[in-house]
């Protein structure tokens, strides 16, 4: 049991690491990811409720009694996480590989969080 809150801990640290990064560029370097944004082809008036929603997401996941809310948030930040993978590969600025990174901490930290609360 400890070894799996270990596991759940660490991959859930690091993956928050690379939200946490992620929110800080959305608003406080706006105008390259403005510029990111436009090559992908989305609107840029999406940074900012996204950089919440990421906010959002990481609060549920760390929040254990909000466990359908948790399930939301894991899901949410799956399909974020491989549309950004195809993103990235398809205008190829090479920031498909931290998008991989995160989904594969993500898949870690989900399946820990299970093993956690058996």
């Known amino acids: 049991m400890k070894r799996n809150k270990i596991i759940f801990y660490v991959s859930t640290g ?7 990064f992620s929110v800080y560029m959305y608003f406080f370097k706006h105008e390259a990811v403005a510029k990111m944004f436009t090559n ?14 990421k906010l959002l997401g990481l609060m549920a996941i760390w929040n254990s009694k909000l466990t359908t809310l948790k ?3 894991y899901s949410g930040f799956f399909f974020a996480f491989i549309l ?20 594969i901490l993500l898949i870690i930290s989900y399946i820990f969080n299970k093993k956690t609360q058996q």
């Open 84 to 103: 950004a993978f195809f993103a990235h590969y398809m205008i190829g600025d090479g920031g498909q590989m931290t998008a991989l990174v995160a989904l």
């Open 40 to 53: 992908f082809g989305y609107p840029t008036y999406i940074i900012y409720p996204y950089a919440v929603a």
């Open 71 to 73: 399930e939301w948030a």
């Open 14 to 20: 690091l993956l928050t690491l690379i939200l946490l």
